[in-house]
T-cell receptor
Framework: RKEVEQDPGPFNVPEGATVAFNCTYSNSASQSFFWYRQDCRKEPKLLMSVYSSGNEDGRFTAQLNRASQYISLLIRDSKLSDSATYLCVVNMTALIFGKGTTLSVSS | NAGVTQTPKFRVLKTGQSMTLLCAQDMNHEYMYWYRQDPGMGLRLIHYSVGEGTTAKGEVPDGYNVSRLKKQNFLLGLESAAPSQTSVYFC????????????FGPGTRLTVT
């Protein structure tokens, strides 16, 4: 049973588009949630934590639905520099990483 | 402030050879981790450490050993490399447990032939 599932994509969008990624997790005891960003052949870096009430950081909005065990990431006004793989990460005493969703933003 | 560094960046081994990957962090973090990342898989935890002198197994510990003799260093050893250990290895560190942000090193690309 996969613990953290993401649509691998790729999502190909033009600059300025709004794009949303979804993630589901299997363990209802999961304690905290994150989105990490990984550029090609680079290390993952924290994009944002995901809080129960939902949170926003500039063009990025993250939401958590504990009842449905579902996390989302919304990117508004996409930039070329947003092209990367976005990793959904769930903390269940250790971090469990999804396989990632690839975003490609084109001009 | 270099953050998390890893040595070496690339390595090719023959089956049965041994090697040690070195991870160093200058952020005075207590927790350190070793992950591997394979195509089509998420990052998987190999071993981790919650402080100097302590280590614990993660999800995929077989074939690997670790040591944390100094707070700033976390070593990953492969005693007898196998082709299945071909992967990208990432080290990470965090101030506290896994509810804290993890800072990753640049990775080591290991090929076992």
């Amino acid at each position: 049973r996969k613990e953290v599932e993401q649509d691998p994509g790729p999502f190909n969008v033009p600059e300025g588009a709004t794009v949303a990624f979804n993630c589901t997790y299997s363990n209802s005891a999961s304690q905290s949630f994150f989105w990490y960003r990984q550029d090609c052949r680079k290390e993952p870096k924290l994009l944002m934590s995901v809080y129960s009430s939902g949170n926003e950081d500039g063009r990025f909005t993250a939401q958590l639905n504990r009842a449905s065990q579902y996390i989302s990431l919304l990117i508004r006004d996409s930039k070329l520099s947003d092209s990367a793989t976005y990793l959904c990460v769930v903390n269940m005493t250790a971090l469990i990483f999804g396989k990632g969703t690839t975003l490609s933003v084109s001009s | 402030n270099a953050g998390v560094t890893q040595t070496p960046k690339f390595r090719v081994l023959k089956t049965g050879q041994s090697m040690t990957l070195l991870c160093a962090q200058d952020m005075n973090h207590e927790y350190m981790y070793w992950y591997r990342q394979d195509p089509g898989m998420g990052l998987r935890l190999i071993h981790y450490s919650v402080g100097e002198g302590t280590t614990a197994k993660g999800e995929v510990p077989d074939g690997y050993n670790v040591s944390r003799l100094k707070k700033q260093n976390f070593l990953l050893g492969l005693e007898s490399a196998a082709p299945s250990q071909t992967s990208v290895y990432f080290c990470a560190s965090s101030y506290g447990d896994s509810s804290y942000e993890q800072y990753f090193g640049p990775g080591t690309r290991l090929t076992v032939t």
